[in-house]
């Protein structure tokens, strides 16, 4: 993508202008900081039309114009021209990444009177080569966003409105993204025109402006420890104004010393069980508190095999005991088999009972030393 011109043949009334403006790709200009985007389409990337609701103008097609706009093509209330543009999001931040995001056009006419201008999201799909005002696409008659604007003849300057509810209902899938459309209010033919993203002067053709502030991309993960081992927790965070700083909780309390990016617990008790979060800090002091890790502990990682007995999975030098019953359905009838010290961090745990006295039984390790029975 760049900015370079392509000209395409002018045809819209010389007046006042409206737009399809469908901007599937974008480029980037330079960021101002890292959390600050401003994205841009060229000749080559954007698409540009504009919709004239006067009887002879609409059935035509206008998608090589230069220009956009919004307002009265005459001095009625009853003609109209309207604004639409739509912008590739793939490649832009997540909806709660972002902070705040603004559309922003370059006005360059205006009958010198103000009016209401609407930020409406359309419903349906529209091609930039064939749209007219005859086969327009619907939109939702509920602005997102609406401004009064009012400029003497012969001003010309950035005019914006809040698009970040829209532009994050868009991320998060919940309508399409068909773009948006601009309207306007009545005022006795009031109407501005502003560039398209087929102007030659790239600096001056329409823009998301993008805020995206301190986020954390990797949330802590849930676990589950095992007595005297131990676990790592982490948080990834991005945006905003590094460095940042951290401070590790469980259960809503802070842990003494935790302040990095990990977690590392070791040697894992059962009291080591519990919810951890972290809040992350940027330069700018701006707090954001993670998601919750369960933390769970067990005695020991078991696994049966096909002969009667365990292998166990546990610290060196730990006892543990080895329980069974015969019913689970009750929670009074285990009993105690064996404890076993591990002299390795696996081991394999026979059941010497016969088996012959059982047409089943099931095993389970808690912490030992157990009573034998």
Same mark, same amino acid.
């Given at each position: 993508?760049?900015?370079?011109?392509?000209?395409?043949?002018?045809?819209?009334?010389?007046?006042?202008?409206?737009?399809?403006?469908?901007?599937?790709?974008?480029?980037?200009?330079?960021?101002?900081?890292?959390?600050?985007?401003?994205?841009?389409?060229?000749?080559?990337?954007?698409?540009?039309?504009?919709?004239?609701?006067?009887?002879?103008?609409?059935?035509?097609?206008?998608?090589?114009?230069?220009?956009?706009?919004?307002?009265?093509?005459?001095?009625?209330?009853?003609?109209?021209?309207?604004?639409?543009?739509?912008?590739?999001?793939?490649?832009?931040?997540?909806?709660?990444?972002?902070?705040?995001?603004?559309?922003?056009?370059?006005?360059?006419?205006?009958?010198?009177?103000? @009016?209401?201008?609407?930020?409406?999201?359309?419903?349906?799909?529209?091609?930039?080569?064939?749209?007219?005002?005859?086969?327009?696409?619907?939109?939702?008659?509920?602005?997102?966003?609406?401004?009064?604007?009012?400029?003497?003849?012969?001003?010309?300057?950035?005019?914006?409105?809040?698009?970040?509810?829209?532009?994050?209902?868009?991320?998060?899938?919940?309508?399409?993204?068909?773009?948006?459309?601009?309207?306007?209010?009545?005022?006795?033919?009031?109407?501005?025109?502003?560039?398209?993203?087929?102007?030659?002067?790239?600096?001056?053709?329409? @823009?998301?402006?993008?805020?995206?502030?301190?986020?954390?991309? /990797?949330?802590?993960?849930?676990?589950?420890?095992?007595?005297?081992?131990?676990?790592?927790?982490?948080?990834?965070?991005?945006?905003? /104004?590094?460095?940042? /700083?951290?401070?590790?909780?469980?259960?809503?309390?802070?842990?003494?010393?935790?302040?990095?990016?990990?977690?590392?617990?070791?040697?894992?008790?059962?009291?080591?069980?519990?919810?951890?979060?972290?809040?992350? @800090?940027?330069?700018?002091?701006?707090?954001?508190?993670?998601?919750?890790?369960?933390?769970?502990?067990?005695?020991?990682?078991?696994?049966?095999?096909?002969?009667?007995?365990?292998?166990?999975?546990?610290?060196?030098?730990?006892?543990?005991?080895?329980?069974?019953? /015969?019913?689970?359905?009750?929670?009074?009838?285990?009993?105690?088999?064996?404890?076993?010290?591990?002299?390795?961090?696996?081991?394999?745990?026979?059941?010497?009972?016969?088996?012959?006295?059982?047409?089943?039984?099931?095993?389970?390790?808690?912490?030992?030393?157990?009573?034998?029975?």
């Amino acid at each position: 993508m760049n900015f370079t011109y392509l000209p395409k043949k002018l045809v819209h009334p010389k007046f006042m202008l409206s737009a399809l403006a469908c901007l599937s790709s974008f480029v980037a200009l330079p960021m101002a900081k890292a959390d600050h985007i401003i994205y841009q389409p060229g000749p080559d990337d954007g698409i540009d039309t504009f919709i004239d609701s006067r009887s002879w103008n609409s059935g035509n097609n206008y998608g090589a114009s230069a220009d956009l706009g919004a307002g009265h093509a005459d001095t009625s209330n009853s003609i109209f021209d309207y604004s639409l543009l739509r912008f590739n999001l793939t490649s832009l931040p997540l909806a709660d990444m972002v902070t705040s995001v603004h559309l922003k056009v370059y006005w360059t006419q205006s009958s010198g009177t103000g @009016m209401n201008y609407f930020i409406n999201h359309i419903t349906s799909n529209w091609e930039e080569n064939t749209v007219t005002w005859n086969s327009a696409p619907s939109w939702d008659p509920t602005p997102s966003a609406s401004s009064y604007i009012e400029h003497p003849l012969g001003w010309s300057g950035w005019e914006s409105w809040d698009i970040t509810n829209l532009y994050k209902d868009w991320k998060r899938g919940s309508y399409a993204n068909n773009g948006l459309i601009i309207t306007c209010g009545t005022n006795n033919g009031e109407g501005s025109s502003f560039f398209s993203s087929e102007y030659a002067i790239a600096s001056q053709r329409p @823009m998301l402006e993008i805020d995206s502030g301190l986020w954390i991309v /990797t949330q802590p993960q849930s676990q589950v420890g095992y007595w005297g081992k131990a676990v790592t927790l982490s948080v990834t965070a991005s945006n905003g /104004t590094p460095p940042y /700083t951290y401070q590790w909780l469980k259960d809503g309390v802070e842990i003494d010393g935790a302040t990095s990016s990990q977690l590392e617990l070791t040697s894992l008790q059962a009291e080591n069980a519990g919810s951890y979060t972290v809040t992350v @800090m940027d330069v700018d002091n701006t707090p954001l508190l993670s998601d919750a890790a369960h933390l769970t502990v067990n005695p020991a990682g078991v696994s049966i095999a096909t002969y009667a007995g365990l292998t166990i999975d546990g610290v060196i030098k730990q006892t543990y005991g080895i329980q069974a019953s /015969t019913d689970l359905s009750n929670p009074n009838g285990w009993v105690g088999v064996d404890n076993v010290k591990l002299a390795q961090s696996t081991q394999i745990w026979y059941d010497s009972q016969s088996t012959t006295q059982n047409s089943k039984r099931f095993y389970r390790v808690v912490a030992g030393p157990i009573t034998i029975p």
